[in-house]
Structures are given as structure tokens and as C-alpha cells.
């Protein structure tokens, strides 16, 4: 299989500079490449170190998160909640910078989802295979319909014990598709009508969203797949920030603890090279319009 890592050797989030080198790959994740930062780090106070511990998650989420226009702070133990609302919004701002920088023909265009802090470990998470992000899988999320909006995540690890994040990366999204979408039923008519009408999704659920969805499952569902598909494992040092289009690229989470993430959501027409793009692709492997 071929590499699909491009490692950059910046220093600075900032604008194009010293330390900050990068720029105009837009090319490289929209073709399913894994940019990736060995020495681009995410710098905690002294006083946040003290967050690098599961203790600061409520026992319940497996993310702590900021949501709304007020910031409120998700998932977390409420003694810590100001101090990793300043921590998340500091990554938020770092990750956004980084993005307009790396990607100009996207600036305006970025939409940012809501940021994560990560403290609970990969293993032992797991609660139902649908689930298991230890399975090769494209991001896909039954409640939210995308219709085509592209989901791009700027993820770092903040681990303190030199313990990597650990991710096995799969083969191209074209070739992944090609498996598994002619045995793929169209969706029921009137399902997403039904759904919406349930409050099951939270907006309609395009054909776009129920392929994507039906490929999230089947390939998480298909152990021989998982053990035999062409594939790569990557660990991710602590200190490395990473930038994959998470709704393209086939990736697994096999070990881990101490991450931040933001998304961004962007239009497929905003994209340089919109037939590189799920929604092409699986609009041509079908033969018709999924929106
Ligand atoms: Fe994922």
C-alpha cells in the first residue's frame, strides 16, 4: 500500500514564517493523505498539566467538549470546567490558525465543529461493535446528516508518558467503496422523511448520508476485512498534530490517551478538487445525484 503520511517539519501554527512552512495542501488531504507534525506542539501551562489526568472527565463521556455559542463545557468534572474551557478555546484558536494557513483556497469557507479534549484511553471504551473505533471505519454520524459537507480534523496528542496515539489507516476511499457499495440496498422510501419527522436525525437524511452511513457499518461488521484489507499502522508521538479528512480517509484508533480535536466542516463545492471527494466518488460508482 502506498504511504499515505506526508510528515511536515513546521514548528509555529502561525502564519507563514519562521517555524510555520507548509501551506497551499489541499491537494494532499483532499486525495486522502494524512498530513502530519512531529514538531508542531500544543503547549499547556504549568497549572494545565494537572488536566492530564481521566479525573477531569465526568465518568460519563468519553469527551470533554465546548458547545454553543457560550462555550459550555461537556463532559467534564465541574471543578475543572474554566480551566479546560481556556485549554480547549487556546486549541480551537491554535487548529484554526493552522488550517487557514495550510489550506488558503478553504479560508472563509471553514466552518469549526465543536472542539474535544480527549483524557479517557482508547482500550476498554468500547461498548457495541457500531461503536468500536478500534475498526477501520470513515467518520459517519447517524444523527447529523452531512450531504456531502466534508468533515476535516486537526488532531493533536498531549499525551505526558511518551505514549503514542495509535492509528492502523486503510486504502484509498475509491477501492474501499468499490467493495462494498453494489451490495448496498437504496434507502427505504420515505425512511428519511420518517427519521427527520422521529427526531432521529436532526436534519433529512440525504442518500448521501445513508451510503456513507451503510459503509461505516459494513466495514466495521466485516472482521475478515479489518484483519486482511490493505492497511498501515502510524503512531502519532506525543507532541505531533495531525490533519485528516476523517469522512474519506479509512482509520482506526487502536491506542491512546490525552488528545485534542477540532473539526471543521466544509461544502464539497468548496473543495479544490470536488471529484476527489466521497460524494463524487459515490455519485459515480452509482451512477446519479445522492442530493
Ligand atoms: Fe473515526
Known sequence: MQNVVQVCADTAWGAEGDGAITHDVEGVVEHGGVLCFPRLRFELADDERRLLNADVADGKAKNISLRGADDAVRGANPAHADALRRMIQRYRAQATTLAERLFPHYRGRLRPGNPSYRPVGVEGRVTSWRKDDTRLHVDSFPSNPMRGRRL??????LNPHGQPRSW???????????RYVPAIPKPLPGSAALLHALHITKSRRSEYDHYMLQLHDRVKADLAYQRDAP???IDFAP???WVVYSDQVLHAAMGGQFMMEQTFYLEPTDLQTPASAPLAVLQRLLGRPLL
Open 152 to 157: 476535516l480534523r486537526v488532531f493533536h496528542n
Open 168 to 178: 492502523r489507516v486503510g486504502e484509498p476511499f475509491e477501492d474501499f467503496a468499490r
Open 231 to 233: 492497511q498501515q499502522a
Open 239 to 241: 507532541g505531533t498534530t
